[in-house]
């Protein structure tokens, strides 16, 4: 698969690249592109942002300056990028990332992220230049660069080979096989620890009869909203 964020910040983005699954995913032969917005920007003195049309606080991004930089990176009237791979604007009011957005986009051969900053981008980036607008969460951020790092952490570890233990991605939270519920709890030594003790059933080696409770605990907790 290969990842390329667009960012005001590329550097941002060193200490994400070193991680430990992110170098398994690109020895892997997956790959993650940085590119700074401010490169290509056809203003003067690196100008990427100007103020809102209607007046108001801040600055916005401007359509132009998203277009030139994809111009440069890809070759092609940018207007075309949506109908080809998935070009997903990050901004707080976009569509919820979840597990399934997160599989869905884990599937594509080819991903490429907008990272807003200020009051975020003119409205005409989401519009014609973005196949997605999604948002990690109902807060805002001061950038798109942590939700771009969310997204590219879940979407990689998604990605075979990435993780230590394959069944790790597999049964874990909010996915289809706990039918999108949490994940049950885990235990691991010392067997009692100030009085409390590890559940009994996890001891019994009986793998049948484990499995059931973890997915009743899942359940259960999908249940309580915990
Ligand atoms: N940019 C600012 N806040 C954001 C959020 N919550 N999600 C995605 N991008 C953002």
Same mark, same amino acid.
Request: aromatic share 8%; net charge negative.
């Given at each position: 698969?290969?990842?390329?964020?667009?960012? &005001?910040? !590329? =550097?941002?983005?060193? $200490?994400?690249?070193?991680q430990?699954?992110?170098r398994?995913?690109?020895?892997l032969?997956?790959e993650?592109?940085f590119?700074?917005?401010?490169?290509?920007?056809p203003l003067?003195a690196?100008?990427v942002?100007d103020? !809102?049309?209607?007046g108001?606080?801040?600055? #916005?991004?401007?359509v132009d300056?998203?277009?030139a930089?994809?111009?440069?990176?890809?070759?092609v009237?940018?207007?075309?990028l949506p109908?080809?791979?998935?070009?997903?604007a990050?901004?707080? %009011?976009?569509?919820?990332?979840?597990?399934?957005?997160? =599989?869905?986009l884990?599937?594509?051969?080819?991903?490429?992220l907008l990272?807003?900053?200020y009051?975020g981008?003119?409205?005409r #980036?989401?519009e014609?230049?973005?196949?997605d607008?999604?948002?990690? %969460?109902?807060?805002?951020l001061?950038?798109?660069?942590?939700?771009a790092?969310?997204?590219?952490? =879940? #979407?990689?570890?998604?990605?075979?080979?990435t993780?230590?233990?394959?069944?790790?991605?597999?049964e874990e939270?909010?996915?289809?096989?706990?039918?999108? =519920?949490?994940e049950?709890?885990?235990?691991?030594?010392?067997?009692?620890?100030? %009085?409390? /003790?590890?559940?009994?059933?996890l &001891?019994?080696g009986d793998?049948? /009869? #484990?499995?059931? $409770?973890?997915?009743?605990?899942?359940?259960e907790?999908g249940?309580?909203?915990?």
């Amino acid at each position: 698969m290969k990842i390329d964020v667009f960012t &005001l910040f !590329p =550097a941002w983005f060193d $200490w994400f690249s070193g991680q430990r699954h992110v170098r398994n995913a690109l020895e892997l032969g997956h790959e993650l592109s940085f590119t700074d917005l401010r490169a290509a920007t056809p203003l003067k003195a690196g100008q990427v942002d100007d103020t !809102p049309y209607g007046g108001g606080a801040g600055m #916005v991004i401007r359509v132009d300056v998203v277009e030139a930089a994809l111009r440069a990176r890809y070759g092609v009237d940018p207007l075309e990028l949506p109908t080809r791979r998935r070009m997903v604007a990050l901004t707080a %009011g976009g569509r919820r990332l979840d597990d399934a957005l997160v =599989a869905e986009l884990a599937a594509e051969p080819e991903l490429t992220l907008l990272c807003g900053r200020y009051e975020g981008f003119d409205e005409r #980036v989401h519009e014609h230049l973005a196949s997605d607008v999604v948002s990690i %969460g109902p807060y805002v951020l001061s950038g798109g660069e942590l939700a771009a790092m969310v997204v590219c952490d =879940a #979407v990689i570890r998604k990605l075979p080979g990435t993780l230590g233990h394959e069944e790790s991605a597999l049964e874990e939270s909010f996915s289809v096989a706990l039918e999108g =519920a949490p994940e049950y709890p885990h235990y691991t030594r010392p067997f009692e620890w100030r %009085g409390h /003790r590890v559940p009994e059933i996890l &001891l019994s080696g009986d793998h049948a /009869r #484990v499995r059931e $409770w973890r997915h009743e605990r899942s359940r259960e907790r999908g249940a309580g909203g915990a």
